[in-house]
């Protein structure tokens, strides 16, 4: 039997590295259904959806192909930050592992899969460059991941590439599994836009303007807007100092969304939502997927987001600066309402979601290919 390991980081429980093992597994099943497709990560996570089994360099001996899908993860990882966040939990190990760890075994078929490169780590230890000449296959998720990349492959061949994000294809998912929420059920049919941010600014200045400029527009526009937790990395909301502060500043008018929702609640939420306003790459994506306009803001140089919306030529929908966000509240309200907006954004979301599933196509005969040699 063909066996294939899909390795991630879906232990930080964020919305998007948690659903990069769904998709993974799902499209190579279709493509290889009498696999056996196993997913990894560093300690024990249980998503309510999956489990994974903690990763174990001795036991991937025995599988056909390793792949390591979707997530910012070629760099090592091995902060202080992330090593805190492992050894509170009893982990023993470097973080680096489940990205780098296995790259040298030899008879599996090895991938990155939709990954993205850190671009603020310009000097890469030598195991980023010895993982890029072992491994088969090196598809990234933007251009400048590649360049970034391209520094470190001496003899570069044309083995990186680029491919979509694998959230374009969540809303596959999140229809195929479809799931409700009290939360939709409250609203009784009422349009509503979702917002979240994480704490990268100088929130103590900013909360009360950004609550002001939602509530305006809340207001103005008989829509609700709902404070949505997307990344809940480290057993926590990792949005919730900041927030919290904006829902605080707006005397609870603004909605916020209980902590604990699901990857499919979520997804469910924004499917609804009239249009995203948020510093989440795939609460963009996911929105984006459903022909509704998203729009990024974050205060760091963001490689991600960069990519995302210049491959989009709307680089517009990306700022540093949260005071741009009264006229950007205003400018997604009239694209929604613009049917030819919507067409095209669904055009473009139908084409990421064709080249993703020829990836896979091709994904999954290599693997084949591989063990048949």
């Not at 799902?26 to 994974?52: M, Q, S, W």
């Amino acid at each position: 039997m063909l066996k294939i390991a899909i390795l991630s980081y879906a232990d930080f429980n964020n919305y998007g590295d948690t659903f990069f093992p769904i998709v993974m597994r799902e499209e190579l099943k279709n493509r290889l259904p009498d696999a056996h497709v196993e997913l990894f990560t560093n300690i024990e996570f249980d998503c309510g959806l999956y489990k994974t089994t903690v990763y174990n360099k001795e036991y991937l001996h025995d599988f056909d192909a390793i792949i390591l899908g979707g997530g910012e993860l070629i760099s090592p990882y091995d902060d202080n930050h992330n090593l805190e966040f492992y050894t509170r939990r009893g982990f023993v190990g470097k973080p680096s592992d489940i990205g780098h760890g296995w790259i040298d075994l030899q008879k599996p078929f090895k991938s990155w899969f939709s990954v993205g490169a850190h671009p603020v780590l310009y000097d890469y230890p030598n195991i980023v460059d010895d993982a890029m000449k072992c491994l088969d296959s090196i598809c990234v998720r933007g251009t400048i991941s590649k360049k970034v990349l391209e520094k470190y492959l001496h003899l570069n061949d044309g083995k990186i590439r680029v491919i979509p994000d694998l959230g374009w294809l969540f809303t596959r998912y999140i229809d195929e599994f479809s799931i409700t929420t009290n939360i939709l059920d409250e609203l009784n049919g009422q349009q509503f836009i979702a917002f979240q941010v994480i704490d990268d600014l100088d929130i103590d200045t900013k909360a009360e303007m950004v609550a002001q400029s939602l509530m305006s527009f809340q207001k103005s526009n008989n829509v609700r807007v709902l404070l949505v937790p997307i990344m809940q990395t480290k057993e926590q909301w990792f949005e919730s100092s900041a927030i919290r502060k904006i829902h605080d500043a707006s005397d609870g008018i603004l909605k916020l969304l209980p902590e604990g929702l699901n990857v499919l609640e979520t997804g469910a939420i924004l499917k609804q939502a009239k249009f995203f306003v948020g510093s989440s790459l795939h609460g963009a994506i996911t929105a984006l997927a459903y022909g509704k306009p998203a729009f990024n803001i974050r205060s760091a140089i963001n490689t991600k987001l960069q990519d995302l919306h210049a491959a989009r030529f709307r680089s517009v929908c990306f700022a540093n600066d949260w005071s741009v966000l009264p006229g950007v509240l205003e400018r997604l309200n009239n694209e929604a309402e613009n049917e030819n907006d919507s067409k095209h954004n669904l055009m473009y979301a139908k084409y990421m979601q064709y080249r993703l599933d020829k990836e896979f196509d091709n994904l999954a005969a290599n693997i084949t290919h591989r063990q048949q040699q």
